[in-house]
């Protein structure tokens, strides 16, 4: 049985990049409406059922943020992925904050793009997960009664804080965590500022799980934003289901000029 297609909101106040994004998304059978402003995107949100949000953060109007916000109000269960510029790091950190369920920085790849928006809506009717109930990712395997983690079938040795932090980053596998928001997580919110300690405990901690901690594939550095954990189909490339050759090859910055 075909599953329905995915209704897709997209808000960018860029018409060409609006334009640049329909034939890919058209062409995988996605459905999609598109607004110019948050105004607007409120307004058919309101009035019309979709399964993810693709939010410009740099509009006219009450922006990306706001718009964000307000959507958070009355939906906070509905994927919303940011579109943002490469220097607006701050930026994406208020957007996750608030609730965003990614980013994607422009110019980006309609590949990338679409495997982020397979994933977030993925991740929204996936059945619930029970707090003690193991977390498998490739190689790696975390039992959080027991707080022991796994790899190929050894035992991983962590200290108390490095299992705390695994914990943290495994159970949002796929999502990008703030530094701000692992270090409120892990050691309290009087402690949001220290990135610099957190990144040593990073370092050890990839040398426990990763099979080169230099080209870590499991414990990833978002930059100047946070780390994510991958899930199993970032460790796949999300092979087959990216749509048509070709098209991951495209980049929106391009096909809009």
């Keep these: ?77 509905l994927p919303v992925l940011m579109l943002t510029v490469r220097d607006g790091e701050e930026e994406k950190v208020e957007a996750l904050e608030l609730g965003a369920d990614d980013y994607v920085t422009k110019p980006f790849s309609t590949r990338e793009l679409i495997a982020r928006i397979r994933t977030a809506v993925r991740r929204v009717h996936a059945p619930a997960r029970a707090e003690d109930a193991p977390i498998e990712i490739g190689e790696i395997r975390l039992i959080p009664d027991k707080r022991a983690v ?10 108390r804080k490095e299992y705390d932090i695994l914990y943290c980053l495994m159970s949002r596998a796929g999502r990008v965590v703030s530094y701000a928001k692992l270090l409120t997580a892990v050691w309290g919110a009087d402690c949001r500022e220290e990135v610099e300690y957190l990144r040593t405990f990073i370092r050890q901690l990839r040398k426990k799980i990763e099979d080169d901690p230099s080209k870590p594939i499991y414990l990833l550095t978002d930059v100047y934003v946070g780390y994510r954990f991958a899930d199993a ?25």
């Excluded at 034939?23 to 999609?32: D, I, R």
């Excluded at 740099?58 to 958070?72: A, C, H, Q, S, Y």
């Excluded at 796994?150 to 200290?159: D, E, I, N």
């Design 233 to 257: 189909q970032m460790l796949q490339g999300d092979s087959g289901e990216t749509g048509p050759a070709g098209v991951d090859q495209e980049h929106v910055a391009e096909n809009a000029s």
């Design 1 to 77: 049985m075909n599953q329905p297609a995915i209704r897709i909101l997209i808000v960018d106040d860029e018409s060409a990049i609006r334009r640049a994004l329909k034939p890919p998304l058209a062409e995988l059978g996605f459905q999609f409406s598109e607004a110019s402003r948050g105004e607007e995107a409120l307004h058919l949100l309101h009035s019309s059922q979709y399964d993810v949000v693709l939010l410009d953060i740099n509009m006219p109007g009450i922006g990306g943020i706001e718009t964000l916000r307000r959507i958070r109000a009355f939906a906070p269960r």
């Design 150 to 159: 796994t790899k190929r079938g050894q035992a991983v040795h962590l200290t």
